[in-house]
T-cell receptor
Framework: GENVEQHPSTLSVQEGDSAVIKCTYS??????FPWYKQELGKGPQLIID?????GEKKDQRIAVTLNKTAKHFSLHITETQPEDSAVYFC???????????FGGGTRLMVKP | DSGVTQTPKHLITATGQRVTLRCSPR?????VYWYQQSLDQGLQFLIQ???????AKGNILERFSAQQFPDLHSELNLSSLELGDSALYFC?????????????FGSGTRLTVV
């Protein structure tokens, strides 16, 4: 089955700096890669996703890149703000009707 | 509001007791997933239902069971509760049995076993 590794497990940045979270996956058939943000005491919320037919996707201050050859994808947050502090989860799935496989999560702390 | 409704939001119960957590999926979604999240841990998949049928099982204890009803709401039953069962329990839903369009999560039920 699919295995998703996520790094780092914790990340502390200064407000205004950029943050990068990286994930690797094992199943070369995976073609859908969402990212979820979980704020304290709340459920994970989808913030951005990418499919394997594109290499990069942007939405304001967040972007996701995908390298299918290396089987890794990354979340980039620019100009970080305190409200970006949360736990971020990456995930992967394929077209075979399989479920999402989640990474272990990254706790991002943005210091004012 | 994500459209996935979980009740209750908080639950405090004693060891050895039994509780039922309820989830109503987003309108139009046929698949329901249950996840357990212990303190500072990741999302541990428990079980999936699609259109009333069990579709996949994860690390779900024998003391736990679930079902999805004809109106598509789902219930997770936890029995003979232990202190270690204290956690956040999330329900998520999706339109298809897989993850082509991602999941929508509810806000969770925080279970505290004392």
């Amino acid at each position: 089955g699919e295995n998703v590794e996520q790094h780092p497990s914790t990340l502390s940045v200064q407000e205004g700096d950029s943050a990068v979270i990286k994930c690797t996956y094992s199943d070369s058939a995976s073609n859908y890669f969402p990212w979820y943000k979980q704020e304290l005491g709340k459920g994970p919320q989808l913030i951005i996703d990418i499919r394997s037919n594109v290499g990069e996707k942007k939405d304001q201050r967040i972007a996701v890149t995908l390298n299918k050859t290396a089987k890794h994808f990354s979340l980039h947050i620019t100009e970080t703000q305190p409200e970006d502090s949360a736990v971020y989860f990456c995930a992967a799935a394929n077209n075979a009707g399989n479920m999402l496989t989640f990474g272990g999560g990254t706790r991002l702390m943005v210091k004012p | 509001d994500s459209g996935v409704t979980q009740t209750p939001k908080h639950l405090i119960t004693a060891t050895g007791q039994r509780v039922t957590l309820r989830c109503s999926p987003r309108s139009g979604d046929l698949s329901v997933y249950w996840y357990q999240q212990s303190l500072d841990q990741g999302l541990q998949f428990l079980i999936q239902y699609y259109n009333g049928e069990e579709r996949a099982k994860g690390n779900i204890l024998e003391r736990f069971s679930a079902q999805q009803f004809p109106d598509l709401h789902s219930e997770l039953n936890l029995s003979s509760l232990e202190l270690g069962d204290s956690a956040l329990y999330f329900c998520a839903s999706s339109v298809d049995p897989g993850a082509r369009y991602g999941y929508t999560f509810g806000s969770g039920t925080r279970l505290t076993v004392v």
